[in-house]
């Protein structure tokens, strides 16, 4: 079972003067990149793992960092600009935009953030369709109508593009994404409940924005998106799983290389209960077990803002199915579960092999990566 925050991040604390030499040099290496903690908590499974085996352990090869964010002209929408005269924009004054369209004209309405002119575009769509559904469009010349309606249809069929680009468009929306992020610390692999209430948020803006009963404000927009840029969180999961893989692939490669060796029978007596029994092993099995929780939950939530978006460009639905899938295999949480399971398979595999050898009763032993309750 997962240990709470806190109490989980002292209980990873290493006695370094008990930790093979290639674990201190890892915490060296990488401690001022944040992801020391977690490779070393790793790394030091696969010595335990060595030492049972009477193997040499690996040497633990960099795993890759994500790949870059779809740049700003592939994966944002073109909105051409509408433009129409002053005298015909006064023509429907009793639509009560003349305002807004000149809030959007001023120098601050020019440089507003996409945030910002997605709230524009909404309140202005909001007051165009409200005005088409009254008695106004009666009293207008046939002229003035006809471009309340043609107004109407285009800030329609823009409104979901413009949703889209005051996500995408965002620098918080873009910086949980940056590459030059670290490996999520032991004790922080759980999403920051106040990320996960701003993707909801976000969610929740996307689907309502034709709803004339639902009521967004710029403050509690703008705040969620200052969560977001709080820490990039998406890149530190993705980062901490593409880690996790890579070690537990390098720790299946002792085991396939024990399988081999025709003595390997004869020292595995007390390697599962040794092996299961150690604290570290059991700190590992529920790291692992938080940090599939926290992908599942943080990838989910993503995968249903987008959802609820239109469908994307080309570069970010490429980038979505490459890093951001729950089921793509290639994508970091797919092939790191992939990988766990396959190590669990090994080591049982392994304990079955030679259970009739030996005589083993692994009746109720742990299965490795298996947390102990």
Not at 150 to 158: N, V, W, Y
Not at 221 to 249: I, M, N, Y
């Amino acid at each position: 079972m997962g240990m709470p925050g806190s109490h989980a991040a002292k209980a990873f604390q290493h006695d370094w003067l008990k930790k093979p030499l290639g674990v201190l040099l890892l915490l060296i290496l990488n401690g001022c990149s944040g992801s020391g903690e977690s490779d070393a908590l790793l790394v030091d499974y696969q010595h335990q793992l060595a030492e049972l085996l009477e193997l040499e352990p690996p040497t633990p090869q960099p795993s890759s960092n994500i790949g870059a964010f779809p740049d700003r002209d592939q994966r944002l929408f073109e909105i051409p600009e509408t433009r129409d005269g002053l005298l015909n924009i006064f023509a429907l004054r009793e639509c009560h935009i003349t305002n807004l369209v000149a809030q959007r004209n001023n120098q601050l309405g020019r440089v507003a953030p996409a945030s910002q002119r997605w709230l524009y575009e909404l309140t202005l769509w909001r007051r165009l369709d409200a005005c088409w559904n009254s008695e106004v469009p009666q009293t207008l010349a046939e002229v003035d109508r006809e471009r309340l309606a043609r107004l109407t249809e285009t800030k329609t069929e823009q409104l979901p593009r413009a949703s889209w680009n005051a996500l995408f468009g965002s620098d918080e929306w873009v910086k949980n994404f940056s590459r030059a992020s670290s490996v999520l610390m032991p004790g922080e692999v759980e999403p920051p409940p106040a990320q996960l209430d701003a993707l909801a948020y976000l969610r929740e803006a996307t689907l309502h924005q034709f709803d004339p009963d639902w009521h967004p404000d710029s403050s509690t927009l703008e705040g969620h998106l200052k969560a977001l840029q709080s820490r990039p969180f998406t890149a530190e999961l993705l980062r901490t799983l593409l880690l996790a893989e890579q070690r537990l692939k390098e720790a299946s490669a002792l085991i396939e290389n024990a399988v081999t060796q025709q003595a390997v029978c004869s020292r595995l007596e007390a390697f599962t209960p040794a092996l299961a029994q150690r604290q570290e092993t059991q700190q590992l099995a529920a790291w692992l077990e938080r940090l599939e929780t926290a992908g599942t939950t943080w990838l989910g939530a993503i995968d249903a803002l987008l959802e609820a978006h239109i469908e994307a460009p080309d570069a970010v639905r490429a980038y979505r199915r490459r890093w951001l899938s729950l089921e793509t295999a290639e994508a970091p949480f797919p092939a790191f579960t992939a990988a766990k399971e396959r190590h669990q398979a090994l080591r049982l595999s392994l304990a079955e092999r030679c259970r009739g050898h030996m005589g083993l009763n692994l009746q109720g032993e742990s299965v490795l990566l298996v947390v102990q309750h």
